[in-house]
């Protein structure tokens, strides 16, 4: 970001290649719609662009570009409030025999055993449906900390709250997610202490 900021063109190209896929997941999970997903985060990459001047070294780049991130997602919500959104259960083309979600396209990191890999076709759905289900405070916590692995001290510079808020709205997350997953059907040997499903 500095390079960037001191004028070398490559290094935004840098940035992007880095941050793209983690900040998008992000952005889908928190939208729930992908064409919006899309277009919020091209916004959130042409605000870095605009105001590359304001970021300073002492703040880390990815606490910068996730609060930009969420600011925009937090936007784009109030503004397709009356529109529903697309579910991340919704078909992933119009064409139906393709058979994948919208949540299957986000990309999953690291690599699965065939056992897991089914258990998770199974049960991701549900997660989606449960993390829906959440108030918005806890789900964006929930996502910051599990999906992207951003420590709750920057999640509290992110979201503009203290970082006791941000553990408790964590808590409150997984207790939220832990009973809406048993209504679904997934009981506790599926699940660590954390409220993430094992295989």
């Known amino acids: 970001m500095l390079a960037f900021k001191s004028g070398d063109a490559r290094a935004f190209s840098t940035l992007v290649q880095r941050h793209r896929g983690p900040v998008y997941n992000f952005i889908l999970r928190y939208t729930g719609h992908r064409q919006r997903a899309e ?7 042409l605000k870095v662009v605009r105001n590359s001047s304001e970021w300073q070294p002492r703040a880390r780049f990815t606490t910068w570009v996730y609060t930009i991130a969420r600011n925009l997602c937090v936007d784009s919500a109030r503004k397709e409030s009356f529109r529903k959104a697309d579910s991340l259960d919704a078909p992933a083309s119009h064409d139906e025999t393709d ?5 299957d396209l986000v990309a999953d990191e690291g ?5 897991r890999a089914a258990h998770n076709v199974r049960i991701r759905p549900m997660i989606e449906k449960a993390l829906e289900s959440l108030p918005q405070e806890q789900r964006e916590v929930f996502l910051l900390r599990e999906y992207q692995g951003i420590g709750f001290k ?3 510079e992110v979201t503009g709250v203290n970082e006791n808020t941000v553990k408790s709205r964590m808590r409150y997350a997984l207790e939220g997610l832990r009973k809406r997953l048993g209504e679904l059907g997934v009981d506790g040997e599926t699940m660590d202490a954390e409220g993430r499903t094992v295989a």
């Open 39 to 45: 277009d919020v985060l091209q916004e959130t990459w």
């Open 111 to 115: 690599a699965q055993t065939p056992d």
């Open 99 to 103: 058979g994948r979600s919208m949540g």
């Open 154 to 156: 920057e999640i509290a």
